[in-house]
């Protein structure tokens, strides 16, 4: 019996998805600069998708799902992310200089937001949180974490720190990274210090030869909203689970791939339900080469991929079997090979390598969703600095729930 399921489960894998499904259908050239970033918003109110363009030397481009340009403006640097979305009531908030702007994506008008301009514009990084009565923003860079009510920009708190990953805001406090070393935790309500936890150390090697002992770093906090609790990561591969308010470390568990020197070395988290119970798993692509499923309860492995290329770009995610549970697409560094993974198991369903226009351009973005509601799944990657690439999975037809990029 196993053996029939297992020559099923094959067969379907196969039968549901083979790279030739996957067709171009379009590009997006940029000719008057290079793409920093780009993103996929749906405007809830009229149910189109938009591609926002971030151009590196400053500028926003707005495209609909046909790719026409529908806004544009120069200078502007950064948006402000809500969490899962950069549309917040369907209005885009972005920073030109030190002033906030927001764009309306149901008529794409742009007005100045009640406020006052920020002290400066060095932040590389804007976050705004709905707290339980108000909403904040937390704007940052590698020396400080300016904490300022939105959209009126109010400051609440400055916080000086030695090192630069985004913060976390949860139940009135902001995690971060005070220096490579500490993590702290600052209390908002009572302008205080609540906790501090040393990231410990790391034994390096190389070529199987002891190089010592030397400190170990925090990199990126994250929050699970299954748990209200604090995950995080060090340059040791070392896996954290802590209560944020009292910071007792409930679950730790050190270097859980090896001690090689880049094991377990996540590149970022997501929490997503990869079983169906209704819980959270941990879904993250690595430095060591692979891409991992981990049970948050115990940070025991639940399947691994090896997707044999460091991986340090963000994944999509999208359920195309029809099982309530998202499949993984992932874009490795450096061979720019898109793997579609099942999300219950870890297994390949197809990979395809994608075009490459420069041979030097090795990492892009990878967004999917159906943006023109036929029933296919659209996969937006870049193909060079300075093009947007849309291909489209002909089979399988979609089923009607998913999700998009986290
Ligand atoms: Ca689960
Ligand atoms: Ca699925
Ligand atoms: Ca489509």
């Not at 950064?78 to 209005?91: A, E, K, M, Q, R």
């Given at each position: 019996?196993?053996?029939?399921?297992?020559?099923?489960a094959?067969?379907?894998g196969?039968?549901?998805a083979?790279?030739?499904d996957?067709?171009?259908?379009?590009?997006?050239?940029?000719?008057?600069?290079?793409?920093n970033?780009f993103?996929l918003?749906?405007?809830?109110?009229?149910?189109?998708?938009y591609?926002?363009v971030?151009?590196?030397?400053?500028?926003?481009?707005?495209?609909?799902?046909?790719r026409?340009?529908v806004?544009?403006?120069?200078?502007?640097r950064?948006?402000?992310y809500?969490?899962?979305?950069?549309?917040?009531?369907?209005?885009?908030?972005?920073?030109?200089?030190?002033?906030?702007y927001g764009?309306n994506?149901?008529?794409?008008?742009?007005?100045?937001?009640?406020?006052?301009?920020?002290?400066?514009?060095?932040?590389?990084?804007y976050?705004?949180?709905?707290?339980?009565?108000?909403?904040?923003?937390?704007a940052?860079?590698?020396?400080?974490?300016?904490?300022?009510?939105?959209?009126?920009?109010?400051?609440i708190?400055?916080?000086?720190?030695?090192?630069?990953e985004?913060?976390?805001?949860?139940d009135?406090?902001?995690?971060?990274?005070?220096?490579r070393r500490?993590l702290?935790?600052?209390?908002?309500?009572?302008?205080?210090?609540?906790?501090?936890?040393?990231a410990?150390?790391r034994k390096?090697?190389?070529?199987?030869?002891?190089?010592g002992?030397?400190?170990?770093?925090?990199?990126?906090?994250?929050?699970?909203?299954?748990?209200n609790?604090?995950?995080?990561?060090?340059?040791?591969?070392?896996?954290?689970?802590?209560?944020?308010?009292?910071g007792?470390?409930v679950?730790?568990?050190?270097?859980?791939?090896?001690?090689?020197?880049?094991?377990?070395?996540?590149?970022?988290?997501?929490?997503k339900?990869m079983?169906g119970?209704?819980?959270?798993?941990?879904?993250?692509?690595?430095?060591?080469?692979?891409?991992?499923c981990?049970?948050?309860k115990?940070f025991t492995?639940?399947?691994v991929?090896e997707?044999?290329?460091?991986?340090?770009?963000?994944?999509?995610?999208?359920?195309i079997?029809?099982?309530?549970?998202?499949?993984?697409?992932?874009?490795?560094?450096y061979?720019?090979m898109?793997s579609?993974?099942?999300?219950s198991?870890?297994?390949?369903?197809m990979?395809?390598?994608?075009?490459?226009e420069?041979k030097?351009?090795?990492?892009?973005?990878?967004?999917?969703?159906?943006?023109?509601?036929?029933?296919?799944?659209d996969i937006?990657?870049?193909?060079?600095?300075q093009?947007?690439?849309?291909?489209e999975?002909?089979t399988p037809?979609?089923?009607?729930?998913g999700?998009?990029?986290?």
């Amino acid at each position: 019996m196993r053996t029939i399921l297992c020559v099923l489960a094959l067969f379907i894998g196969f039968s549901f998805a083979a790279s030739q499904d996957l067709f171009e259908t379009g590009t997006i050239d940029i000719n008057d600069g290079e793409i920093n970033d780009f993103y996929l918003e749906r405007n809830t109110d009229n149910n189109q998708y938009y591609l926002l363009v971030l151009l590196r030397k400053g500028g926003l481009k707005v495209f609909n799902a046909k790719r026409e340009l529908v806004f544009q403006r120069v200078g502007v640097r950064s948006f402000v992310y809500w969490g899962d979305t950069y549309l917040h009531n369907n209005i885009l908030y972005f920073f030109e200089t030190q002033e906030l702007y927001g764009l309306n994506f149901d008529d794409f008008k742009t007005a100045k937001a009640p406020s006052q301009r920020l002290p400066h514009d060095l932040y590389t990084h804007y976050r705004a949180y709905k707290d339980k009565t108000s909403e904040l923003l937390v704007a940052e860079n590698d020396t400080i974490v300016d904490v300022y009510q939105f959209p009126d920009l109010d400051s609440i708190a400055r916080l000086k720190r030695q090192t630069g990953e985004y913060s976390y805001y949860v139940d009135g406090l902001v995690v971060y990274n005070a220096r490579r070393r500490d993590l702290f935790a600052f209390n908002l309500n009572e302008k205080k210090m609540q906790w501090k936890i040393d990231a410990g150390e790391r034994k390096a090697k190389f070529m199987g030869i002891s190089l010592g002992v030397f400190p170990g770093w925090w990199m990126r906090p994250y929050w699970n909203p299954d748990d209200n609790l604090v995950y995080a990561r060090t340059s040791s591969g070392d896996l954290y689970k802590i209560k944020p308010k009292s910071g007792e470390v409930v679950l730790k568990k050190e270097q859980f791939r090896g001690d090689a020197n880049n094991a377990g070395l996540l590149t970022r988290m997501y929490f997503k339900d990869m079983n169906g119970d209704g819980k959270n798993e941990i879904v993250s692509p690595s430095v060591d080469e692979n891409i991992y499923c981990i049970d948050p309860k115990d940070f025991t492995v639940k399947w691994v991929y090896e997707a044999e290329n460091e991986n340090q770009m963000p994944l999509a995610f999208y359920d195309i079997t029809g099982d309530g549970i998202p499949e993984v697409f992932s874009v490795c560094d450096y061979d720019l090979m898109l793997s579609i993974l099942d999300g219950s198991s870890g297994k390949l369903i197809m990979d395809f390598e994608l075009k490459k226009e420069h041979k030097k351009f090795n990492q892009t973005y990878v967004v999917v969703a159906d943006i023109d509601g036929n029933g296919y799944l659209d996969i937006i990657t870049q193909s060079s600095r300075q093009k947007i690439r849309f291909l489209e999975l002909k089979t399988p037809k979609l089923p009607t729930s998913g999700s998009k990029r986290p």
